[in-house]
């Protein structure tokens, strides 16, 4: 089983849309996660940090189920500029102050006008 | 304030040569990681240095290598190259081995022939 796993996609959808992704994670020891943005041949850039409480950020929702190990992202009212890849990130800590992130394959959105 | 900077951005080698990437991080920032980006494929850990020391390594060879240096920056080294390390090589800089937020920089796309 991979370590994160998305949503294969593509997602093609129309201005105005409302779009999830999903993403679920093997190792119950980790500790933070995220939702990172990554535009076609550029890096990646942090979009939002997710939390079991749930988190929001305009038009972005981002959740965290804990027992499900299971890592949401929703996009309301998606506009064109939100077209990139999303990845699905988790953080784990090791030897008590290491950490790597762990992403997963990414899931590319197109917005279409 | 320069973000995290790696130098070159693209380069072209033989397959059987050697090749060094670097990168520069972020100001105020300690931590050095380095990931591999595949075409298609989310980044994947290759190793992170703290205090000028390999703390962490994803499951890559030993041709891969590192260095940090007294003033944070860091070089990644490739041995022996081969066609499938062709890919986008990523520098993430943070502050602490525990850093909250990592920022990466544009990466260096790196062509194996």
């Known amino acids: 089983r991979k370590e994160v796993e998305q949503d294969p996609g593509p997602f093609n959808v129309p201005e105005g849309a409302t779009v999830a992704f999903n993403c679920t994670y093997s190792n119950s020891a980790s500790q933070s996660f995220f939702w990172y943005r990554q535009d076609c041949r550029k890096e990646p850039k942090l979009l939002m940090s997710v939390y079991s409480s749930g988190n929001e950020d305009g038009r972005f929702t981002a959740q965290l189920n804990r027992a499900s190990q299971y890592i949401s992202l929703l996009i309301r009212d998606s506009k064109l500029s939100d077209s990139a890849t999303y990845l699905c990130v988790v953080k784990l800590m090791s030897g008590g102050s290491n950490y790597k992130l762990t992403f997963g394959k990414g899931t590319l959105l197109t917005v279409n006008p | 304030d320069a973000g995290v900077t790696q130098s070159p951005t693209h380069l072209i080698k033989t397959r059987g040569q050697q090749v060094t990437l670097r990168c520069s991080p972020k100001s105020g920032h300690d931590t050095v990681s380095w990931y591999q980006q595949a075409l298609g494929q989310g980044p994947q850990f290759i190793f992170q240095y703290y205090e000028e020391e390999e703390r962490q390594r994803g499951n890559f060879p030993d041709r891969f290598s590192g260095h940090q240096f007294p003033n944070y920056s860091s070089e990644l080294n490739v041995n022996a190259l081969l066609l499938g390390d062709s890919a986008l090589y990523l520098c993430?800089?943070?502050?602490?081995?525990?850093?909250?937020?990592?920022?990466f920089g544009q990466g260096t796309r790196l062509t194996v022939v």
């Open positions: 993430a800089s943070s502050f602490g081995a525990a850093g909250v937020r990592a920022f």
